[in-house]
Each structure stands twice: as C-alpha cells, then as structure tokens.
C-alpha cells in the first residue's frame, strides 16, 4: 500500500485523536495521547523468545545476511534496532534514546542499564526497507528466574512492552529444549504481551532438532499446554513450526523439510507488516477509545458519587443551621429567653454551626477516602449492560484490570472533587469513535487495498470527518 494512504490514515487518526479523544482525556488526566510520530511511526516487528531459540538466525535468515550474531551461549543481552539505511551505520544506545527524529526516546526512563543494552544497525538491505526489525536479548528460563526479581539491573517486561506496543508484529520463539513457560518467559507473556494477542505470531522452531515424530508430537503438546495456562484467549493460537537450515547443524530431521512452507508463511507475515501497521493504527484507535471511554465513565461515577455525598451532608449541616438561626431569631422576637438566655443561646448555635462543619468535611474527605474500595462496584453499575453478554464480559473485566490502578491514582491526587463530571455528550462521541469510526476506517482501508490490487474501480475515498 502507499505511503500516500498511509499519510491519510494517520491524518483521520490524528483528527479523530486531537479533537474525540483528547479533550477528554486531557480533562480527567487520562495517560497521555500517543505522539505524533508513534502514529506515523515506522512499521515495526519485534522478535523475542528464549535465548538461542534461533531468533537473531531467523532474522538473518529474512535479512539474506549474517547480521546478527548467533551461538549457543546466551552471550547477546541487547536490544537490537535494525532499520534500512543507504550506508551501513551502528548507534549505541545513548545516541538512540537522544536522537527524538528515531521514535526510541521514550526508552530512555527505563535507565542507563537498559540503555547500554541497546543499539541501532543501520544497513542498506532490501529487507528492511519498509519495515524496521527488533532483536531482543533471550529470555532466561530457568524456574528461579521470576520477573519481578529480574536480575538485568532494569525492568525487562517493561522494556518489552514498551517495544510490544509499538510493534505491529510480534514474532515469539519457543525451541525443542525449552518448550515450557516459566520465568521470564511467563511474566512477558502475561504481563508484557498482554492485549496485544492480534499481532502475536507463535514460532515453534529448530524443528529439524527432532529425530522422531513422537519427540517432536511430546514437544508440541508440552508447549501447548503451557501457553494454554498462560494466554489469555480462549482458543490455542496457531503454532508456527518452523527452523532455519544453519551450516552449524547437525543432519536435518527428514520430516523437517515439510515445515519450510510454514516458514515462508512466517515470511509473508513479515513481509505484509507495512498492511498491518495501518490495520494496528485503526485497532489502536478503537482499543484507546474503549479504553478512555471506561476510564472517563468509572471514574465520573466515583466523581458524581462523592459530590452528592457532600451535597447531602453539607445540605443537612446547612438546614440544622438555618434551623437555628430561625430559632435564636425567634427567641429575639419574642423576647422569651433575655438578653443573658439568648447571647449563650447564639454561643451554642455558634459552636455547633462550626463543629457540625468541621464534621461535616471530615466526613466528606473520608467518603472520597473510600472510593477506590467502591471501584469494582462502579464498574459493574456503569457497565451492567454490556456485562450480561457472556463473550464481551471477560473482555471488559480483562481491560477493566488495566484501567483500575490509573482511576485509584486519579482518586487519590488530586482527589475526586477536583475533577468536573464529565457529561454524557461527551462520551457519546468516544464510544462512537470505538464502534463506528474504527469500522468506518477499516472499510476505508481495506477498500483503498482493493483498489490498488485493481480488483475494483478506483472510487474516490469517502473522506471521514473527525467532528461528531
Ligand atoms: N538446528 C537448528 N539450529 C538453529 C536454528 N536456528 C538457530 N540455530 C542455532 O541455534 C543457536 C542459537 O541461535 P541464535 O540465532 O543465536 O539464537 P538467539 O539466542 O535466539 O538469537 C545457534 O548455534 C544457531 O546456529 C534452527 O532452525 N535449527
Ligand atoms: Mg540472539
């Protein structure tokens, strides 16, 4: 597809984020909108897997050239950034993360340990034209290795995640002898990959290692099951077997040779990355809004909540003391208490006036205390509807996880009644974004596809206007 339908999608996208989305998001300090050129960013695979399941040979292997190095001993512990270049040309990572023009700034509050681990490859291979690749270091998995106690000096998953949700491939390999998850593999899987499954391409390699169908079937069902207690979609995803004839290695499997097909497979997907960016930019579009769409809602009912609390008991303090004011009016009318009766009288109606506000606000602060133990609540209430269709409940309970903690941190500062409700009309138009704008966007695309392929006329695209 061209850049021109690129340049136009990210232009739609841009309008529907700067003038839907934003606003919103801006008002009840959603996590920040994504930039610019993270939109129009480059189209981008990222390659992980335990170390030596064959990752930096599989690239080589795409790239026509050895350069990557490979070998058994988990010597690579670096992120990789190979990108085209018309000259060949090696960054380290300081001269990445300070190079904004690069997209790789953002990885730079992950720490100097990450930095010294990562490097750019510029080089002027065909392969990389349109589409920039990530080598990552191995996964370590040994059952004492447990994400949280990574001993890489920097946060792994988060570094992976960072990369994950930027990629529009994610290449995952798994190899003969360690087809089990445990440890780092388990924490990226869970934590590191988690709602980014549409572009996970599962890659059971070095097949050619077998020697008999039954190690190789024993294998397979061992990976199997420990992805099925890991992954969270409800189907097995499709397991790519493949490998990569090395010279190193020993005779080949003969049945291997039947896998080298679902290698080109492996291949195509590669290739057709620039097609899924511009998919990704419209699912990225759709989940944001879905997600800023919960957020915005949870968090208005927490708001709404805490302000009619106040309003209740700030209500009640205000009619006990006009009550009282009355009172001591009418007892100076009426003359029926004296002057001495009616001065301790005001004293009283005084102090409790005062205390009764005193009370008042602590208790007000208290309420807004315990909002974050009513947010599980809040999200049922505001989304029972869509919560009785079975197939969208585990959906919505799963992204609902994620949005939690930035709603209890928003709750806590600057507090729920520093934020104004956010009205129904504004919703409205991000839940559009999530249903028909996305679908809007898709067809669109999909029909520009079509006419490059020049299976259809060539209509002029419906423009799609970002005001709703
Ligand atoms: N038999 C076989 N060996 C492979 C295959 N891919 C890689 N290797 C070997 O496995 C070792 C580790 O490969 P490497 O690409 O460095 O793995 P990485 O750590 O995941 O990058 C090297 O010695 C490779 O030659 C494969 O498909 N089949
Ligand atoms: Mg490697």
């Known amino acids: 597809m061209t850049r021109e339908v690129e340049r136009r999608l990210a232009e739609q996208i841009h309008a529907i984020q700067r003038e839907l989305l934003d606003p919103v998001a801006a008002r009840t300090l959603f996590?920040?909108?994504?930039?610019?050129r993270e939109i129009a960013g480059e189209p981008m695979v990222l390659v992980l897997g335990n170390h030596s399941s064959g990752k930096s040979s599989f690239i080589n292997f795409l790239l026509g050239a050895p350069v990557q190095k490979t070998g058994l001993a988990p010597t690579d512990d670096s992120f990789t950034i190979l990108r085209y270049s018309a000259r060949q040309e090696d960054r380290d990572g300081a001269a990445v993360v300070t190079d904004p023009e690069l997209g790789f700034d953002g990885l730079a509050h992950f720490g100097p340990a990450l930095v010294k681990r990562l490097r750019l490859k510029g080089r002027p291979l065909q392969a990389l034209e349109r589409v920039t690749l990530i080598d990552s270091p191995g996964m370590i998995d040994s059952p004492g290795s447990s994400p949280e106690r990574s001993d890489r000096g920097y946060d792994f998953t988060g570094a992976v995640?960072?990369?994950?949700q930027r990629a529009d491939l994610i290449l995952l390999f798994f190899d003969?002898?360690?087809?089990?998850?445990?440890?780092?593999?388990?924490?990226?899987?869970?934590?590191?990959?988690?709602?980014?499954?549409?572009?996970?391409l599962i890659l059971f390699n070095k097949v050619d290692q077998f020697r008999s169908l039954s190690d190789f079937a024993r294998a397979y069902g061992a990976l199997c099951w420990n992805l099925g207690k890991v992954l969270a979609t409800k189907d097995l995803p499709m397991i790519y077997t493949t490998f990569v004839p090395v010279p190193e290695a020993a005779e080949p499997w003969a049945f291997a040779e039947r896998f080298a097909a679902t290698r080109d497979e492996v291949v195509r997907e590669v290739l057709r990355t620039p097609q899924r960016h511009l998919d990704n930019l419209v699912t990225?579009?759709?989940?944001?809004?879905?997600?800023?769409?919960?957020?915005?809602?949870?968090?208005d009912a927490a708001v709404r909540r805490a302000r009619r609390f106040r309003l209740g008991v700030f209500g009640a303090w205000s009619a006990v003391s006009a009550l009282m004011s009355a009172g001591l009016w009418w007892a100076w009318q009426s003359a029926s208490l004296g002057p001495?009766?009616?001065?301790?009288?005001?004293?009283?109606?005084?102090?409790?006036?005062?205390?009764?506000?005193?009370?008042?606000r602590w208790l007000v602060r208290e309420r807004a205390a315990?909002?974050?133990?009513?947010?599980?609540e809040l999200f049922e209430q505001v989304h029972a509807a869509e919560l009785t269709t079975r197939e969208r409940a585990t959906d919505l309970r799963a992204r609902w996880q994620t949005i939690r903690p930035r709603i209890e941190q928003v709750l806590e500062q600057p507090g729920a009644f520093a934020l104004r409700p956010v009205r129904r009309r504004e919703l409205r138009p991000i839940e559009a974004v999530a249903r028909e704008r996305v679908r809007e966007l898709r067809a669109w695309l999909h029909g520009r596809a079509r006419d490059e392929q020049g299976t259809s006329p060539a209509a002029a695209p419906q423009p799609i206007a970002a005001t709703g």
């Not at 995640?161 to 994950?164: E, G, K, L």
């Open 176 to 200: 003969p002898d360690k087809p089990g998850t445990t440890g780092e593999t388990l924490g990226v899987l869970t934590r590191a990959l988690y709602d980014f499954e549409h572009k996970l």
């Open 340 to 360: 001495r009766g009616l001065a301790i009288a005001a004293l009283c109606a005084l102090a409790f006036a005062v205390g009764g506000f005193l009370l008042a």
């Open 31 to 36: 996590t920040r909108p994504l930039r610019d």
């Open 161 to 164: 995640r960072w990369f994950a």
């Open 284 to 299: 990225e579009l759709g989940v944001r809004a879905e997600a800023l769409h919960m957020y915005a809602a949870v968090l």
């Open 370 to 376: 315990f909002l974050p133990y009513e947010l599980d």
